[in-house]
């Protein structure tokens, strides 16, 4: 399974509809299992500071095959991962909101979400998740891919 631009849009819809419940300006990235950018969809007023902290926390939940809240608490002081924020030309965030998509244990992709607290990132991205394991669920979509420019399926 791949992560697909058609996937990634559902994904950022998913994501987008959560942040407007919310009252949030969203910066909202979809990556790849590579880590490699498939998507991004800045809302209206989201801040621009946000754009690479979006795309950096899809890039480290795949990176590091976790949630990126999972280093809020072990790249403290003291902690095993401290620093680890200094790693990768500074592209690790340890900040709350990036989460990695997985299809089994395969990782397919990550969501990086920024624009609010970390908190509100994370339930941006958790609505993306969920979009996502309900079109898992769904065996009839599973098989589905289509790429720009080709006939094929």
Same mark, same amino acid.
């Given at each position: 399974?791949? %992560?697909?631009?058609? $996937?990634?849009? %559902?994904? $950022? ?8 419940? %919310? ?12 880590? *490699? $950018?498939?998507?991004?969809?800045? %809302?209206?007023?989201?801040? &621009? ?6 795309? *950096? ?12 809240? *999972? ?25 709350? #909101? ?5 299809? #089994? ?5 990550? &969501? #990086? ?34 790429? &720009?420019?080709? *006939?094929?399926?």
């Amino acid at each position: 399974m791949k %992560m697909t631009l058609d $996937l990634a849009k %559902m994904l $950022l819809e998913a994501a987008e509809k959560k942040a407007k419940e %919310m009252g949030l300006a969203e910066d909202i990235a979809i990556v790849d299992d590579g880590a *490699n $950018l498939v998507a991004f969809h800045r %809302m209206d007023h989201a801040r &621009i500071g946000g754009i690479d902290i979006a795309q *950096n926390k899809a890039w480290t939940s795949v990176a590091l095959q976790m949630p990126t809240s *999972n280093l809020t608490r072990t790249a403290q002081p003291g902690q095993p991962s401290f620093g680890i924020n200094t790693t990768n030309q500074g592209r690790v965030v340890i900040l709350g #909101g990036g989460i990695p998509l997985k299809a #089994g244990d395969v990782i397919i992709g990550g &969501i #990086g979400v920024s624009g609010g607290t970390s908190e509100q990132d994370i339930q941006v991205a958790e609505a993306a998740v969920q979009a996502f394991e309900r079109w898992m669920q769904r065996s009839d979509l599973r098989s589905i891919s289509f790429r &720009i420019g080709s *006939n094929q399926s």
